[in-house]
């Protein structure tokens, strides 16, 4: 069974709307984290929550909002879509936060901006 | 400049031989290191951490960090055609707000050949 659900697999939006994607962990892990991968750049830190408080976050613009409504949620909404944002993007998860934690991917969400 | 670099670009490797990667990082505030692998359509997998200077052995793996020269490599012995995958270089810095921030290289493609 799958224990980092993400959804959904695919995604095809138009330029300036809105979308949200939506990250589950079935593996009790205390700390989530979003991270973007496109051809042109190497994965991307994007946040970090641990017990469902923002840590960090890395990403220039506002347009992205990680959401988490439970302790093994953590959602990111992204507004104003632009054709830059196309991606895939990765939910990860590890036991706790830091530097030592291994961090386990889902198998990520592919959005095209079209 | 990419914080974190790695070579080669790509790699193919005989079935049994030996695959090696390579990583350096410019930032001396990396001290953790990771090992990660991506299967194609899938989304990153730990292969093994290394925190302390010198080796560290997984079974086929062989890991090798000198803290010196930010310099850590990963081998991969008997290499099956199922080690064919990108595989990336990710680092950590230890702060005091243990944000868990991973930073990626760009990745290798290893491609094992019967």
């Keep these: ?114 | 400049q990419q914080k974190v670099q790695q070579s080669p670009e790509s790699l193919s490797v005989p079935e049994g031989g030996m695959a090696s990667f390579n990583c350096t990082s410019s930032d001396r505030n990396f001290q953790y290191f990771w090992w990660y692998r991506q299967h194609s359509g899938e989304g990153p997998k730990a292969l093994m951490s290394i925190f302390s200077d010198g080796d560290k052995k997984e079974g086929r793996f062989t890991a090798h960090l000198n803290k010196a020269s930010l310099h850590v490599s990963l081998h991969i012995r008997d290499s099956q055609p199922s080690d064919s995958a990108l595989y990336f270089c990710a680092a950590s810095e230890y702060t005091g707000a243990n944000t868990g921030k991973l930073t990626f290289g760009h990745g290798t493609i290893l491609r094992v050949h019967p």
């Excluded at chain 1, 659900?5 to 989530?32: D, F, R």
Aim: positive net charge; contains cysteine; charged residues 20%.
């Design chain 1, 1 to 114: 069974d799958p224990k980092i659900i993400q959804k959904p697999k695919y995604l095809v939006a138009v330029t300036g709307s809105e979308k949200i994607l939506i990250c589950e962990q079935y593996l009790g892990h205390n700390a989530m984290y979003w991270y973007r991968q496109s051809a042109k750049k190497p994965l991307e830190f994007m946040f970090s929550y641990s017990y469902q408080k923002l840590m960090d976050n890395q990403t220039a613009s506002s347009r992205f909002q990680p959401q988490s409504s439970k302790k093994n949620h953590l959602d990111l909404q992204i507004t104003a879509l632009k054709p830059d944002d196309s991606a895939t993007y990765f939910c990860a998860s590890s036991q706790t936060g830091g530097a030592y934690a291994e961090q386990f991917f889902g198998p990520g969400t592919r959005l095209t901006v079209l």
